[in-house]
Structures are given as C-alpha cells and as structure tokens.
C-alpha cells in the first residue's frame, strides 16, 4: 500500500441522477478527484447512508455488484455500473481495527448508491478496490464517531475514507422544482454544521440533535448524517479542512462536501 495518508471525506450526495446529470456538485467532485489522484489511494472505504442495518457489517467480495437500491427513476439510471473491485484484504483489515466488536464479513452485498453515484464523478475509471463499511442503526451518535477513530489509521495506510449522506435530508419537505430556493430552517442547520466544522466543535456535531432547533426537520431520520460523524472521528491531527461543494437543492438536501487532508 502507498504510504500517503489519503483523505478522509464527506459527500452530500444528494439525487443519485447526479450520476447522469452534470452540475456545480459533480463538477466539484470530479475535481476533488483529479487532486486526490496525485498520490492515489490503495482503496476506498465508503460508510454509505445507504447501508443502514442493525449491526455492523463489511462488503467482502471481490467483484462488489452495482446496486440500483431506488425506483422511479429514468432507465439510465438502472443501467450504470460501477465495476469498481472490492478487497477482502481491506475487509478483514477492519474486522481486525474494529475488534473487540463483531463485524460481519458480507460476501454478497455489492456497493450501493451512496457509493457509485458520487464515485461514478470523484474516480470514473473505477480502478480503485471499494468497501463498504454498514452503519448499525441501534447505537447511538458516540459509536460511529469513535469507529471513525479507531479507523482513522487507515489512512496512513493508503485508504480513503468516505462517508456519503447529507446534513439536511428531509425527503418529506422536498419542492421537486429544481430552482426552488432553500427553507430557512434547512439553511440554518446547515450553517451551523460549517461553522461547527470551521471552529472544531465536534462534540456539538455528534450532539446534533440539540445542534439547533431544526434538528427535526433537517435530520428526521439519522441515516444520512451519521456518516459525517466517521469523517470526523477519522480526521488526524495537522488535518486541513477544505470545503468541496455546498448548498441546499429542492429546498431540503444539502448537497455540503468537505474533506480532511
């Protein structure tokens, strides 16, 4: 493995038709790309809010299957692969971090849309082995935050760690207008998120259901923002921050990317 600590990143990924649509978010994902493969990483680990399960669990086959894991949506969309490989090696590399914990060794499960549709733009060749890592729904903010760190050695192990959600997600309040403007309480959430990442408040992240009053709207359910808390545990010290993308789409998703390196 190269020897070049790699980033550990969060995505807003929003709409997985950003596979097939160009815009500002891929634009900058796709740049985030070509910087980080200046020293390429040996693999990505990807905590997916898509993966959201009782338990803790890894991908650990070598040919991971493209999964279309949502409806309605245009042909194309079902057709894309993925074809990136998995590595086992990588997987067992966990079970062993994670260890006094029981982590299951999933030799089925392929990558879902958390992960494709946001690597489809950062590395499009697909070239780079990914693994899953589920995000076990029964525990509370604290357990994946310090997952994050017992995981954060990894990166000076050549992987990239990423996690793939969104702050503000509340499907229930989306305006499907694609120039509909942002709700206020959608706005502030995710403001007060940059500012917690800008100043090192972290305990008020992992705290996030008192992070402000609109806690409840921007993350009625906590899937899609727990994997911003493994970023956070994985940040080492000297870590940079760099902002890759923001803003709020269809008024409540935000679509904020940044990463530690």
């Known amino acids: 493995m190269t020897n070049h600590r790699q980033p550990a990143v969060f995505f807003g990924h929003g709409s997985p038709m950003n596979t097939l649509q160009q815009n500002r978010h891929t634009d ?7 910087q980080t493969l200046q020293h390429p990483p040996a693999a990505v680990l990807c905590i997916s809010a898509h993966w959201y399960i ?5 991908t650990a086959t070598a040919t991971p299957p493209t999964i279309h894991d949502f409806g ?13 490989p998995g590595s086992p090696e990588l997987a067992q590399r966990i079970v062993e971090l994670l260890s006094p914990l029981a982590v299951a060794l999933d030799r089925k499960r392929g990558l879902d849309h958390g992960a494709w549709s946001v690597l489809a733009r950062v590395f499009p060749k697909a070239e780079i082995p990914v693994v899953q890592l589920s ?20 990166r000076d192990e050549g992987v990239l760690i990423m996690g793939s959600g969104n702050t503000v997600h509340n499907l229930r309040t989306v305006n499907w207008d694609p120039d509909a403007p942002a709700y206020d309480w959608a706005l502030r ?50 870590d940079d921050l760099q902002f890759i993308t923001e803003g709020i789409e269809l008024g409540s998703i935000s679509m904020l990317a940044f990463a530690f390196s």
């Open 28 to 34: 900058a994902w796709a740049a985030f790309g070509r």
């Open 54 to 58: 009782h338990g803790t669990a890894v």
């Open 72 to 84: 309605g949506f245009p042909k194309a969309l079902y057709e894309v692969e993925y074809a990136a």
């Open 135 to 154: 995000i076990d729904a029964s525990m509370p903010p604290e357990f994946h935050y310090e997952l994050g760190q017992k995981l954060a050695v990894l």
């Open 189 to 238: 959430f995710d403001e007060r998120v940059r500012d917690c990442l800008v100043n090192g408040d972290y305990n008020a992240l992992i705290d996030y259901e008192r992070l402000t009053p609109d806690a409840k709207l921007a993350v009625p359910t906590p899937d899609h923002y727990l994997p911003l808390l493994y970023i956070l545990g994985a940040r080492r010290p000297g």
